[in-house]
């Protein structure tokens, strides 16, 4: 968790600076994201909430994402990962949400993605999306390789607010 725990503390210090805030939306990571993100002290001054949005009734349950709004796309996805963090961003009133979707493993998705697939997108002021493919079936250094992807594009992305 040393890596988690440091690009945590890093985007914590980027968004107290600048009086922003963040709200997260994930899925294989668990809560990971939003745990990591909370560890930091004074996240209150950051952090506006976090959802794991793990099926397609926590889907419409936490993020109000109905199925017509889902035509042409499918989860695990950066289309996705990037409707996630647009939707958390919004119904949180955030500066900027995360939106994670993937598969941890050991096996695969229903989707067809192997395991060890993520899709991660920031929106905000500024917005960026990836995917990664970890090759392995791991699940817990899938979800620790996902979360740490998460923070990674984060702090890549804040720094391209205008």
């Avoid at 794991?52 to 996705?80: F, H, N, P």
């Avoid at 250094?141 to 391209?160: G, K, R, S």
Wanted: aromatic share 4%; net charge neutral.
């Amino acid at each position: 968790m040393t890596t988690l725990a440091s690009l945590a503390e890093k985007v914590a210090a980027l968004l107290i600076a600048r009086k922003e805030t963040i709200a997260v939306a994930e899925s294989s990571t668990g809560g990971l994201i939003a745990a990591a993100l909370l560890a930091v002290p004074g996240a209150s001054a950051y952090f506006i909430g976090g959802a794991v949005v793990y099926t397609k009734t926590a889907r419409l349950a936490l993020l109000g994402i109905k199925d017509d709004e889902m035509k042409g796309m499918r989860a695990s996805t950066e289309a996705y990962a990037l409707l996630c963090a647009r939707t958390v961003r919004h119904n949180m009133a955030a500066t900027w949400g995360l939106g994670e979707t993937g598969a941890t493993g050991p096996t695969g998705n229903r989707y067809g993605d192997a395991a060890g697939h993520t899709c991660v997108a920031v929106a905000g002021p500024a917005e960026k999306s990836v995917a990664l493919e970890t090759g392995s079936a791991d699940r817990r250094a899938n979800m620790d390789a996902f979360a740490v992807l998460a923070l990674e594009l984060l702090l890549d992305t804040l720094p391209a607010k205008a």
